[in-house]
Nanobody, 133 residues
């Protein structure tokens, strides 16, 4: 599994920003994919996720403002699937300032394809998002 974020930056409150994660995973295995964020000194927070069966969920703090989407790029001859996991931030708020991380996890048997926060064990390097006037 390879994850690489891009697109972070600085925006003013109320503005929009798109961040993206290039995902490379084996196409024969189902994964949950998610965005987390972390502010220094605070715990990492789940922002939005796809379960391994495609169910999309959002944290209450971003519901209605953030949009999670996934674009399939291609599957190569070695069954490596490449996706773009995209998070659109609309009506950005100063409290959205954080390092945003892309993550992947295999769901546990019997979980219905869902992954808990502690299940995520593949991480990107993170991208900084700053919302400030």
């Amino acid at each position: 599994v390879q994850l690489a974020e891009s697109g972070g930056g600085s925006v003013q409150p109320g503005a929009s920003l798109r961040i993206s994660c290039d995902v490379s995973i084996h196409s024969t295995v189902s994964y949950c994919l998610a965005w987390f964020r972390q502010v220094p000194g605070k715990e990492r927070e789940g922002v939005a996720s796809f379960s391994s069966v495609g169910r999309r969920t959002y944290a209450s703090s971003v519901q209605g403002r953030f949009t999670l989407s996934k674009v399939t790029e291609r599957t190569d001859s070695q069954d490596i699937a490449k996706y773009s996991l995209i998070l659109d931030l609309d009506r950005a708020m100063p409290e959205d300032t954080a390092i945003y991380y892309c993550a992947a996890a295999r769901p546990k048997l019997g979980s219905g394809g869902n992954c808990g926060t502690d299940d995520y064990n593949f991480w990107g390097q993170g991208t900084q998002v700053t919302v400030s006037s």
